[in-house]
C-alpha cells in the first residue's frame, strides 16, 4: 500500500507536468458508472460519475499538494475546489499521451479516470483493485476525517503533538506500533515504515506507549520522520504495485532491514508476526524488547 513516501513522489511527479494545465475532458470507466448504479462508492465518493466529469472539465489546475496519504489537487473553474485523492492499495497515476504508453498491462486494463490535459497529454488513474477514493471537495471542511491528521510529520509542532497524544489516556496504554501508525497521531506512517523505525529502535511493537521514555519516545519520532525521508529519496518502496507516473518502481524496498523479512539482518534470528491493530506486525524476538 502507498505510503507517505510513495505519495510524495506521486506529488513531486504530477506538479510539474500538470500545473497551470487545463483539463479539457474527463473520462470514467463503466466499471466505475455499473459501480454506482449498483449502489457502491468504487472510487468516486459522494459523487456521481457525470457529475464529476461536469466538475473537472475545463478546471485548470492551479496546485498539487500532499497532505499525509492524500493528494490534494487545488483546481478552478468558476470557483476554486479541490479534488482530493487517496491511492488506496494498488491506485497509480500515469502521465502518458495515449493509454498504450501505459506501461504494463494490469495498469493499462484498470484506468478508472482519464484527465486530458490542454496539452494533449492524459493523467490516469489506474486502479487494480478500487481501494482509492477521489473527492471533490469545496474546502477541507467537507470531508472531516482529512480536519483530525495529525501535522505533517516533517512540521514544526509534529513532535509536540505526538508526545501529547502518545501521553493522552486515548494511547498511553496501547502496543506503540498502534500509536504511531495513527493518523492522528502521527501523519503517513504505515505498516511498512512503523515496523522499520521500531527495528531501528530496538522497541517491540507490543510495548505500551507509556512503557517508553520521553527521550526513547523522541528519538522513535526522529527515527520515523529519518525512514520517511530516506525513502522519499529513494522514490518509495515498492512491495506490489506502487509505480511513480512514468512507471518506475521505488527502491526503498531494498533498504528494510525487517519489513517482510523471515530472519532479522541484524543477528540472524528468525522473525516473528503479532496482529497489532488488525494489521501483521513483524518484529526480532531477540533485538525488539
Ligand atoms: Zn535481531
Redesign the pocket.
Known amino acids: 500500500m502507498p505510503e507517505l513516501p510513495e505519495v510524495e513522489g506521486v506529488v513531486r511527479q504530477i506538479r510539474p507536468v500538470s500545473i497551470g494545465k487545463r483539463i479539457v475532458s474527463v473520462d470514467v470507466s463503466d466499471t466505475i458508472r455499473k459501480s454506482k448504479k449498483a449502489g457502491k462508492e468504487a472510487i468516486l465518493k459522494r459523487i456521481e460519475a457525470d457529475d464529476f466529469q461536469e466538475r473537472l472539465a475545463g478546471a485548470q489546475i492551479l496546485g498539487v499538494e500532499r497532505r499525509s496519504k492524500y493528494i490534494y489537487m487545488t483546481m478552478k473553474n468558476e470557483q476554486e475546489f479541490l479534488l482530493v485523492n487517496h491511492l488506496g492499495m494498488s491506485g497509480a497515476w500515469f502521465f502518458v499521451d495515449s493509454l498504450l504508453s501505459i506501461p504494463e498491462d494490469k495498469f493499462r486494463r484498470h484506468v478508472h479516470i482519464v484527465l486530458t490535459l490542454d496539452d494533449g497529454n492524459l493523467l490516469a488513474f489506474s486502479d487494480i483493485r478500487r481501494f482509492g477514493e477521489m473527492r471533490v471537495l469545496e474546502t477541507e471542511a467537507d470531508f472531516p476525517p482529512l480536519l483530525l491528521m495529525a501535522p505533517e510529520p516533517f512540521a514544526d509542532g509534529a513532535l509536540e503533538w505526538f508526545l501529547q497524544q502518545a501521553e493522552s489516556p486515548r494511547f498511553r496504554n496501547k502496543p506503540i506500533k498502534e500509536v504511531i501508525m495513527d493518523g492522528t497521531v502521527i501523519s503517513g506512517c504505515g505498516n511498512i515504515y512503523a515496523t522499520e523505525a521500531l527495528f531501528r529502535m530496538k522497541i517491540h511493537p507490543k510495548r505500551a506507549a507509556s512503557r517508553i521514555s520521553c527521550k526513547r519516545k523522541i528519538e522513535l519520532f526522529q527515527a520515523i520522520a529519518a525512514i520517511l525521508l530516506e525513502s522519499i529519496e529513494a522514490g518509495g518502496s515498492t512491495i506490489s504495485d506502487y509505480r511513480n507516473i512514468n512507471g518506475e518502481s521505488g527502491s526503498m524496498q531494498d533498504r528494510f532491514g525487517m519489513y517482510g523479512k523471515k530472519t532479522?539482518t541484524?543477528?540472524g534470528?528468525e522473525t516473528k508476526t503479532v496482529k497489532i491493530a488488525s494489521r501483521a506486525s513483524v518484529y526480532?524476538p531477540?533485538?525488539q524488547k
Open positions: 532479522c541484524v543477528c534470528t526480532c531477540s533485538c
